[in-house]
């Protein structure tokens, strides 16, 4: 069974290990990954969202933050606020930066972005194929208001330095017009069996990498079941600030809206959380399948079950 998902950060990254127990010994499973929040820093490119897949999956994910390494130091950190080199607010650990530093001197070689995430997961081995969805650079910026002026701060800043705290007038991936997808990831959706939307950011994580020209066609005309997965439960993200940026984007926060937004063109199943239940019948009369089941990741066991409701609806979808 070949199975692609578009995941974002920590909620795809953490869905997709329970993805790898719950699928058949044969599956291919294909991740389509957000690059929309990288971010250059010190010389460096960093991208957050390829960084948590690889290392939730490899095994060196710090698992309270959902980012960066276990076992982590901030010598360097520490050495370039010494200096008063910022920004300060990005917190770049010790074993991390080796990550950008072989990243950054590979894409200086020439290496394309998928190319070298290929390489970095030679040794990480996720235990599965990790594309990014672009070589292009695409980087997500948001319009907010502050001190009373209108400007646009990077994705970054507004979500770890401002911590999400004011409006997001809109979002905006810049870049993403003249980008394309990256070597197979039309291919891998092709010849997917199955399509999965993680409970990832509906807005800068899955709607970045379905901002990427192609991408959303391809995956309406894949012929096969596209079943996703609610980021939003008792109408408040899980985890995160998704509600901020949804609002940019005029979507409620509540699990029905985004099956909405998605829209049944793209989406044939959606799982809801069990608190949700009432919203099924309104998710069913967008011409979506619908069920209500736990979608709390409290640990690998419930995501597991949460991934088993996913490729089971997509079965009744495919029936
Ligand atoms: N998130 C934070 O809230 N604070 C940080 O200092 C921070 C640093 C960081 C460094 C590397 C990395 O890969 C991710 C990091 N993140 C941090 C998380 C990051 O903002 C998010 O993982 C994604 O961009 C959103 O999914």
Redesign the pocket.
Known sequence: MRIVVLA???GGARFLRGLKQAAPDDAVITVIGNTG?DIHLFGLK?C??L??VMYTLGGGINEEQ???RTDETYLVKEELAAYGVGPE????GDR?FATHIVRTQMLDAGYPLSAVTEALCERWKPGVRLIPMSDDRIETHVAVTLDGERRAVH??EY??KLRASVDAHAVVPVGAEQAKPAPGVLEAIAEADVILFPPS?PVV?VGTILAVPGIREAIAEAGVPVVGLSPIVGDAPVR?MADKVLAAVGVDSTAAAVAEHYGSGLLDGWLVDTVDAGTVERVEAAGIRCRAVPLMMSDLDATTQMAREALTLAEEVRA
């Not at 607010?89 to 770049?92: C, H, N, R, S, T």
């Open positions: 974002g950060g920590i929040d960093v957050p969202d960084d948590t959902g980012w960066g607010w990005f917190g770049l991390d994705f970054q979500w770890v950011n994580s995160g």
